[in-house]
T-cell receptor, first 114, second 113 residues
Framework: QKEVEQDPGPLSVPEGAIVSLNCTYS??????FMWYRQYSRKGPELLMY????GNKEDGRFTAQVDKSSKYISLFIRDSQPSDSATYLC??????????????FGKGTKLSVIP | DADVTQTPRNRITKTGKRIMLECSQT?????MYWYRQDPGLGLRLIYY???????NKGEISDGYSVSRQAQAKFSLSLESAIPNQTALYFC????????????FGPGTRLTVL
C-alpha cells in the first residue's frame, strides 16, 4: 500500500461551486499534512499546512483531517476560475522507516468553469 | 528574482546524449531535491542532498546522477538520455527539520527523441 493515495481526477466544476479534494494515507503516526497547488507550467507551492487535530481554515480554503479513517480533505468554497490548478497532498517523512523527505500524492487536476 | 531557478526551461535532445539540468537557489537552504513529474505518476524523487557533502538516492535514481557544487547549486545529469526520461523536472529546496516546506523551481521540460 502506498503511503498516500489521491484521486487524479480531472475534476471540473462551475464557478461558485464547493470543491472537495481528498487523499488517504496509511501511517496513523503522521501528525501533520500539507496541500500544494500547482498552476500549469509552474512548480508546486505550499497552499496549506495542517496538523492532525482537525480543521484549518484560510479564506475560502479549509483543510480537514480525519485520523480515524486516515483521510485528509481540502475544501474550496465559492470556487473561482483562478483556482484551476493541480492540487497535491503531501505527507511528512516517516523517520521510523528511514525516510527524510515529503511524499506527494499524484495530484488532482481541478478546472473551474466560468 | 526567483528564489529557485532552473536552466534550461525547455530542452529537446536525442537518445544517447548527455544532458545536465542546473538548479540555483537564493533561499540559503541546505536541503535540495530533484523530482520528475509524469502524467498519472505524480512527483517522484530522484535525488536529494541535505548539505554539500551529503547526496542520497531517491525513489528513481537509475539513469541519473547529481552534483552539489555549492550550498546554492545542485545539478542533475542524464549520462545517456533515453526516451522514457522525457518528463518535467523540478528542483526544490527546504530548510532543516522534518517536513519543512519545500520551495520549487519553475521546472525544466525535457524531451528525449
Amino acid at each position: 500500500q502506498k503511503e498516500v493515495e489521491q484521486d487524479p481526477g480531472p475534476l471540473s466544476v462551475p464557478e461558485g461551486a464547493i470543491v472537495s479534494l481528498n487523499c488517504t494515507y496509511s501511517n496513523s503516526a503522521f501528525q501533520y499534512f500539507m496541500w500544494y497547488r500547482q498552476y500549469s507550467r509552474k512548480g508546486p507551492e505550499l497552499l496549506m499546512y495542517t496538523y492532525s487535530s482537525g480543521n484549518k481554515e484560510d479564506g475560502r480554503f479549509t483543510a480537514q483531517v480525519d485520523k480515524s479513517s486516515k483521510y485528509i480533505s481540502l475544501f474550496i468554497r465559492d470556487s473561482q476560475p483562478s483556482d484551476s490548478a493541480t492540487y497535491l497532498c503531501a505527507i511528512p517523512p516517516d523517520s521510523g522507516a528511514g525516510s527524510y523527505q515529503l511524499t506527494f500524492g499524484k495530484g488532482t487536476k481541478l478546472s473551474v468553469i466560468p | 528574482d526567483a528564489d529557485v531557478t532552473q536552466t534550461p526551461r525547455n530542452r529537446i535532445t536525442k537518445t544517447g546524449k548527455r544532458i545536465m539540468l542546473e538548479c540555483s537557489q537564493t533561499k540559503g537552504h541546505d536541503r535540495m531535491y530533484w523530482y520528475r513529474q509524469d502524467p498519472g505518476l505524480g512527483l517522484r524523487l530522484i535525488y536529494y542532498s541535505f548539505d554539500v557533502k551529503d547526496i542520497n538516492k531517491g525513489e528513481i535514481s537509475d539513469g541519473y546522477s547529481v552534483s552539489r557544487q555549492a550550498q546554492a547549486k545542485f545539478s542533475l545529469s542524464l549520462e545517456s538520455a533515453i526516451p522514457n526520461q522525457t518528463a518535467l523536472y523540478f528542483c526544490a529546496t527546504s530548510g532543516t527539520g522534518l517536513g519543512n516546506e519545500q520551495f520549487f523551481g519553475p521546472g525544466t521540460r525535457l524531451t528525449v527523441l
